[in-house]
């Protein structure tokens, strides 16, 4: 029997404004799997963040974060797989943001507990945002010294500021195939963040693994921005809710309902086979 992977973006996807999942959504969804549809989410998000917005969320295949760098088993946290730098990529990475004046928020593990560090100093408004989204999260890690910021095994890093600021990272981690770099403007706010990222981190790789490990023939994706494109590309059909950027529209099989009107979870409900 065909089996079909399902697999949604979170933020502007199956997230409204509010960062959380419509009741509506979630009944759908859960009913869905309990009868066996196979639905997980990939997100740029951590699991510890994930996990908060999508409390409710019934999943039982694993989920993919932080842009697919790594793919998590949602009942207990355990790692089932994750791509990393080189400690090479990772000097090259501080030696560039260090030239360009960037202080990022550095997503390490630190003697195996996985930490996101930050210079309070200089700390923008996208930046303190961000922490305020996210009170009382036990990785966090003020630091006071580039040093200390740059501790441990890091695999992520991420950028928030001025669109101009930010381009020369872009820019100068885009043309290096070791790496994954993306930039985009935040969702319902004016700044940018440029993330960077393991070449081989990708949503589109992950989904890929995903689909073997469960033994799938067929990936049903949804997503709103353009780092949902690699995973599009590697679907077999791929839904754009209605206010996802047109570059997305443009690949998609077709467009459905905005995430503040359930579309996924509505799409699902007329289309899932199970």
Known sequence: ?????????????LLNRRDRINPYSIKVINTLVEKGMLFTYATARSLVSASKVTEGLTTKVPVIA????????????EILSREDFTPDERALVRETLDRFGISPLVYSFINGVEKVSWIPRDENDGI???LSQRPGDPRFRPVETRDALFEGDMFYFTCIGEQEELRPVYEFFSADSRYRCTMQQELYRREYWCEIMPARASKANAVRKLKEMWGCSRVISFGDAVNDLP????????????????????????????????GVARWLAEHAAL
Do not use: H, Q, W
């Open 66 to 77: 932080y842009n697919g760098a790594f793919i998590f088993r949602p009942s207990d946290g």
């Open 1 to 13: 029997m065909e089996k079909t992977l399902y697999v949604t973006d979170l933020d502007g996807t």
């Open 128 to 130: 303190r945002y961000y």
């Open 231 to 262: 995973m599009f590309r590697v679907s077999d059909e791929c839904y754009a809710v209605a206010n996802a950027a047109d570059e997305l529209k443009a690949a998609a099989t077709g467009i459905i309902g905005s995430n503040e009107d359930d």
